[in-house]
């Protein structure tokens, strides 16, 4: 595959159509320029089902959400490709149900059946903890976005996500990284806050950041914790400049972590509740510092688990019962942010979809367009964003996999512009092959 | 500190002018024969173990650098060969390891996701800690320091992740058969040794590359596939931005198109993974670098390694990597610039590049004398050498390896793991590595300790292993004499006043220590 050949075609035969994305506002029908998808459906269909009409649902109105005026951002990044179709699912669309017969998930008001969002669209039953906020207006999703680059690599496809330049190699450094080096500077070295073993991709640059360790184990205290150890430590390193900062630097992260860490066991302990489990341990965690301590504006968490080739299940299964606890972690993280939630916008987001049609295994394989979600305080939520290419069968990608219609950069950077409030000149650094003339402000803020 | 000065800390330091008066006596002068002895056990080494510093003293540095740089002349101890021959999937080929370790994702591709999922498990636990084991024992054990330091160096060089499909089956048998044989040979056989490896021809997709309507130019085969061509000029050879275009690239890709990897040959035994397949290949004439290469098959392919190899921007790029890599993270240009000329006129050879390098003022320069921050790798393997920790469990080094950010083979892109502070150094990094070392001091760390296998439904417990129990707590004076001349006085006098408990942990984990 000549990936940089592909890009540099794709740019020129699309800054007119089709990667422009379209912010919608109010409530949308189908766009006119898809007639043909519904003329050549509706012969086949109109016995058996009657299809919806397209839907993007329409944004709650509502005045602008006081935070402390700090802007946070956090991803939350689904490695290993979600099935998309079955986040957001086109109930609306009988070519959804003949093409995943075993997998689908069922209409809304049936059982185990999706979540009417918009008439057309609707929610995998499993993400029910996120209905309120649908309904409240501060969750949306960017429906048939991704990663221009062709792609089916995981390693790869996360890899240009990662750097924010897709079809390119050797970037050095993660979008996030520069995402902080732009932003304005700030002694602390708790800006951006990673939970996990090691700094991924998507943070990797000049820099500092500080990674937590996750799960029960995070906050034990270990042998650097120990102030008669740390005080000797510092006194090593006192004489060197640029180790002893770091050194410091390290210290001072590990004591906040530490503290918060005491002092919401004894939250737990007086609210008599016990520990959240898995994902929302860590989200728990990181909604709490980052409400705490308006110095960490980026939050970045990894979850995987997604690579659902075999017996992914419909409203019930494997892919039910991996969305469930994310659900639960991601509106534990809102709770968590408390008054910092009207500050933050959380973004999920993974490699590439899965492929439209069901495989001989009751699962999908490696596809292309996916769902990118946002929620926060301030987030034009009830509403789905981008412009639906369709899926019958000349409207897949390769015949195969839903098409993507927005960048995945245009949210990010729409993101990076109106809510982190980056100026025209740092954005060219933070999406270099995706300048300020590629700006295409999604209309997805209040 | 003060004797070993660093120009920010004394720029930091300006108002003190005593101290920058000292300093800038004790920078110039020259290193003496403890701290040379140091020097080459942390350059072309992974650090001294116990012993070491006294015994290169002893034969002096010259010789020392002489012995690394002839690693033949080295005998390997019995006890690692011994260990080396035991791994029963390391020692088997290519060839091997395909047939008996599928079902692959190679066409037709008919293996069910489940079998896939088995091979891929059974590969995670019979391949790829033997893979590991041999890295790690050879890094710790090997006499031919030098050997392990520049097979890492091309590994990273010419870098392939274990986690991609196939590559898993096969980067044990690139490192063993393609990189350390030649890590100080002549590049131009490393570079076609590379070339024609099937872990590279995998990872880089040449394997499926084909010339534009080639008559088997088909499904999975069917277009060409820049990937390797646009690797091979900017990472391997020539380096970004030294003047080849795109144009080049592609002219690159259709002289490799057709070089495979030889998949229904090897399921029959084949013991060659590589073929050259012309019904894939463009057979047309390309313009490559300014050059015209007829069309000529397979020949087309070794003409351009040829001329990759000679050409200047090529050895100007190795020669700057080598510098990074050995001297400073500041760009040396006149050592950079005279290394280039010797692989010019040595016809790339790499030993005679490093001859010059060793050689070099600026090697020796109290400058860049414990200077170089360690990678978490370096890091993890001189710890395990200074407290003479023996590796009898990999897991344990996988994970902290892991946590610092540097797993084995786990660069998933082509240009491999960076090796300057830059990369390396941020806060958390140093509290795990602190945190890792103190687990070194008391004997009983897992790495030390062979793993038993779970007993069998309804058999009795295991017994141990015999060599599992055996190591003893570290030492901190036996260590501090290891280690001696790294720790700076003032560290010293800080260890010195430490509880004994926290002492190993302190000698390890104090900023001397971090450096190399």
Known sequence: ?446 | MSTRPRLLSIALLLTCVAALDANAQTEQAPLNDAEKALHVLNRLAYGPRPGDVDAVRHIGVKRYIEQQLNPDSLPMPPELTDKLSALSTYQLTSTQLYQQYGPPSFPPNTATPEEKNMARQRANKDITPQVHAARLWLATESPRQLQEVMTEFWFNHFNVFEGKEWVRYWDGEYEKDVLRPNALGNFRQLLGAVAHHPAMLYYLDNWLSSGVNTPEAKGRFKGLNENYGRELLELHTMGVDSGYTQADVISLARILSGWTIDEKGMKDGAQQPFIFNPRRHDAGDKLFLGQTIKGSGYQEGEQALDILARHPATAHFIAAKLVQYFVSDQPQPALSEKLARRFMSSNGDIKAVLHTLFDSPEFWARSNYQTKFKTPYQYVVSSLRATATPVLNVKPIDGVLNQLGQPLYGWLTPEGYKFSEEAWLNPDALLRRINFVNGLSNGKSPIARAETPPPAPGSAPATPLPNSAATVAVDPQQLIQTLTPTLAPHSLSTVSAAPANLQVGLILGGPDFMKR
Not at chain 1, 99 to 122: C, E, H, K
Not at chain 1, 137 to 145: D, E, K, P, R, T
Not at chain 1, 171 to 194: H, I, K, Y
Not at chain 1, 299 to 309: C, E, K, L, M, R
């Open chain 1, 1 to 446: 595959m000549n990936r940089r050949d592909f890009i540099r075609h794709l740019g020129l035969s699309t800054t007119g159509a089709i990667l422009i994305p379209v912010g919608l506002s109010g409530c949308v029908v189908a766009p006119a320029s898809k007639p043909q998808a519904k003329a050549k459906a509706a012969p086949i269909a109109a016995a058996v089902v009657s299809d919806s009409p397209l839907s993007y649902g329409s944004p709650l109105q509502r005045a602008h959400a006081a935070g402390d005026g700090t802007p946070r951002m956090i991803v939350v990044f689904l490695r290993g490709a979600v099935d998309g179709l079955n986040v957001v699912v086109p109930h609306g669309d009988h070519n959804y149900y003949k093409a995943r017969p075993g997998i689908a998930v069922s209409r809304p008001g049936t059982q185990n059946g999706a979540i009417d969002l918009t008439g057309y669209f609707g929610l995998h039953p499993a993400l029910q903890a996120l209905q309120p906020y649908w309904d409240g207006g501060q969750l949306a999703f960017i429906h048939a976005s991704g990663s221009p680059d062709m792609s089916r690599s995981h390693f790869e496809a996360q890899d240009y996500m990662e750097t924010g330049t897709p079809g390119q190699h050797n970037t050095r450094d993660g979008w996030m990284n520069r995402m902080l080096s732009v932003m304005a500077p700030s002694s602390s070295p708790m800006q951006a806050l990673t939970l996990g073993e090691s700094v991924p991709r998507i943070l990797t640059g000049r820099a500092v950041v500080a990674n937590m360790p996750t799960g029960r184990d995070a906050t034990r205290p270990t042998l650097i914790d120990r102030p008669e150890v740390n005080q000797t430590y510092a006194a090593l390193y006192a004489q060197d400049a640029a180790l002893g900062k770091s050194y410091r630097d390290g210290i001072s992260a590990r004591k906040e972590l530490m503290a918060d860490a005491s002092s919401s066991e004894q939250k737990a302990a007086n609210n008599g509740a016990p520990l959240p489990n898995g994902l929302s341990i860590d989200t728990s965690r990181l909604g709490r510092l980052m409400r705490s301590n308006p110095d960490i504006r980026l939050g970045f968490i990894a979850v995987g688990g997604w690579d659902t080739h075999t017996n992914q299940g419909n409203g019930n299964g494997q892919l039910a019962n991996r969305l469930r606890p994310l659900a639960d972690g991601l509106t534990t993280l809102a709770r968590e942010l408390g008054p910092a939630f009207n500050d933050t916008v959380i973004v999920v987001m993974s490699e590439f979809g899965r492929t439209f049609r069901e495989n001989g295994n009751g699962g999908t394989d490696h596809g292309h367009g996916n769902a990118m979600w946002l929620l926060g305080g301030n987030v034009r939520g009830r509403s789905i964003y981008g412009q639906w290419p369709g899926i019958d069968d000349n409207a897949l990608n390769e015949g195969r996999d839903l098409a993507i219609t927005t960048d995945f950069r245009a949210v990010l950077a729409t993101l990076a512009e109106k809510h982190m409030r980056i100026g025209d000149p740092a954005m060219q650094k933070l999406f270099p092959q995706y300048g300020a003339g590629n700006a295409h402000a999604l209309n997805f803020l209040v």
